[in-house]
């Protein structure tokens, strides 16, 4: 089953946490890149446009796969869908129509901020880039206070 549109807006997320950061801030696309991967983070990018925006906003699916350089395919297992599936798994939005529900196409809510990384995503780093994200932290932190 081909997915004609995605319908995507931006909100606040449910339940807040101490240290969130926006959505368009660099820490998202420097440490979360190696968790949610380059497809997910570009979409984020592409879709970043209608951050100030809480409507519905639709894109065709097709369209959008073609501009992030996913080719043509929109169907439930598609790189696309995958992608946007991993965005709601690492918490950046959830599905308010899943891909593949019977006779509608998906509608995907993200949240304008979002959580740091958890420390059990970065376990499995080399030493270096976990040091690097301490370090990073600790700037962030510094600077909020």
Request: proline content about 10%; charged content about 20%; aromatic content about 8%.
């Amino acid at each position: 089953m081909n997915i004609e549109q995605i319908a995507t807006r931006f909100t606040d997320r449910p339940h807040p946490e101490p240290g969130d950061v926006a959505i368009d801030h660099p820490y998202r696309a420097r440490w979360w890149l190696p968790i949610i991967g380059p497809t997910a983070t570009c979409i984020l990018n592409h879709l970043g446009d209608l951050l100030d925006d809480s409507n519905w906003s639709v894109t065709p699916a097709l369209e959008l796969a073609v501009r992030l350089g996913l080719g043509k395919g929109t169907g439930t297992s598609s790189p696309l869908i995958r992608s946007l599936e991993r965005l709601t798994r690492f918490g950046f939005g959830h599905f308010d129509i899943a891909p593949g529900e019977p006779n509608s196409d998906p509608c995907l809510t993200l949240y304008r901020t979002i959580a740091l990384v958890p420390e059990r995503l970065t376990r499995n780093w080399p030493q270096p880039l976990r040091l690097a994200h301490a370090i990073d932290l600790a700037d962030m932190y510094r600077q909020a206070s």
